[in-house]
């Protein structure tokens, strides 16, 4: 946890600051400040347009009585690619770009969800569920004594 928020807190600004530096020495300041606001407004336009579009997929799924996970997902990455690209840098502005690529979104989108479901299905195996099969017996007739099925009792 710890390397995360320094990553988030003094690597990645650092490296925002260097790019910019780079850039700006290749294009020079102008450009480089043009690209900046280029990429805010970009960033504002994705998520000023995608979000409606999101919750419109999400509720017309749940019309269907489909779960909808996918859209949920989608929705949220690229609400998150249009924060990516507001926020000032050119680093954060390549993984903004990287999440309006759909197969990228998903994939990503699918690797989260796989992360954080992985602890429940811990918690299940740890808690002792079992995943098996039954059979349901006619009780109203009395069991084969050569039988060696167990009886199970009726159901409620």
């Known amino acids: 946890m710890l390397i995360a928020l320094v ?6 600004p650092a490296l925002e600051i260097y790019l910019f530096v780079q850039v700006g020495d290749l ?3 102008g450009p480089t400040v043009a690209l900046a606001f280029l990429a805010v407004a970009v960033g504002m336009a994705v998520i000023r347009m995608q979000t ?9 799924s749940l019309r269907r009585g489909e779960a909808p996970v996918t859209d949920v997902l989608d929705g949220i990455a ?3 690619a ?34 954080a479901l992985k602890p429940a299905q811990a918690r299940a195996a740890a808690a002792g569920v079992v995943d098996g099969e ?21 159901a409620p």
């Not at 990553?7 to 990645?12: C, G, R, S, Y």
């Not at 409606?52 to 017309?60: F, K, L, V």
């Not at 039954?134 to 009726?154: E, I, K, W, Y």
Request: without cysteine; aromatic residues 8%; charged residues 15%.
């Open 52 to 60: 409606p579009r999101a919750i419109g997929r999400a509720q017309e």
């Open 27 to 29: 294009i020079g300041a």
């Open 7 to 12: 990553l988030i807190f003094v690597a990645i």
């Open 134 to 154: 039954f059979v349901v017996m006619d009780t109203s007739r009395s069991p084969d004594p050569s039988s060696n099925q167990p009886r199970l009792p009726p």
């Open 78 to 80: 690229l609400i998150g």
């Open 82 to 115: 249009g924060g990516l690209l507001i926020l000032p840098g050119f680093f954060t502005d390549v993984l903004g770009l990287l999440l309006l690529v759909p197969w990228v979104r998903r994939s990503l989108g699918y690797a989260v969800l796989h992360r």
